[in-house]
């Protein structure tokens, strides 16, 4: 009996160190399938760091372009180069304070001096104000400034009243 228990001991003994064998070869699988998501998620990272580069890049070009549009139309509107100037930095001042964004502004500048209407401070800021209670502000912005530039042309309807 004492050699069946050693014999029964010695079985138990060589499969928990069969058990343990496949039990680190599995650890050494999973670890080698870690290391390798790992790669492949610092890869996939850097390919997102690179598209967010260039959709980021994309988005500066853009803009970078509609401010240059802006400028020149308002080269042309003023009749300068040094007056377009002058009038775009008056639009940037009054944007810090303002609900309208730089190009909107802009394009109301644009309208309103083209019909002959010298877009000043006090104006534009009747128009953010009446504005500023509307659920479209821009549109109203817009509205505001084609009703304006459509009185002193004579051309004011009833599109533009309904507008409001």
């Known amino acids: 009996m004492a050699v069946s228990t050693q014999k029964l001991l010695l079985e138990i003994q060589i499969k928990n160190q069969q058990a343990l064998g496949k039990v680190q070869r599995d650890l050494k699988k999973v670890e080698a399938r870690s290391f390798s998501l790992g790669k492949a998620l610092k890869a996939a990272t850097g390919a997102l760091v690179a598209f967010g580069?260039?959709?980021?890049?994309?988005?500066?070009?853009?803009?970078?372009?509609?401010?240059?549009d802006l400028r020149v139309a308002l080269n042309a509107v003023?009749?300068?180069?040094?007056?377009?100037?002058?009038?775009?930095?008056?639009?940037l001042d009054f944007a810090k304070t303002s609900i309208f964004e730089v190009d909107d502004l802009t394009n109301?500048?644009?309208?309103?001096?083209?019909?002959?209407?010298?877009?000043?401070?006090?104006?534009?800021?009747?128009?953010?104000?009446?504005?500023?209670?509307?659920?479209d502000r821009i549109g109203t912005l817009q509205a505001?400034?084609?009703?304006?530039?459509?009185?002193?042309?004579?051309?004011l309807g009833l599109e533009e009243l309904n507008r409001l």
């Not at 505001?144 to 051309?155: E, M, N």
């Open 53 to 68: 580069a260039i959709r980021i890049g994309q988005f500066i070009l853009r803009t970078a372009s509609q401010f240059q």
């Open 78 to 91: 003023t009749g300068s180069i040094r007056d377009g100037e002058k009038a775009f930095n008056f639009i």
């Open 108 to 135: 109301s500048f644009i309208k309103l001096k083209g019909a002959g209407i010298e877009p000043t401070a006090e104006l534009l800021t009747t128009f953010q104000d009446v504005a500023s209670v509307t659920a």
């Open 144 to 155: 505001l400034t084609d009703l304006f530039a459509r009185t002193t042309a004579g051309g």
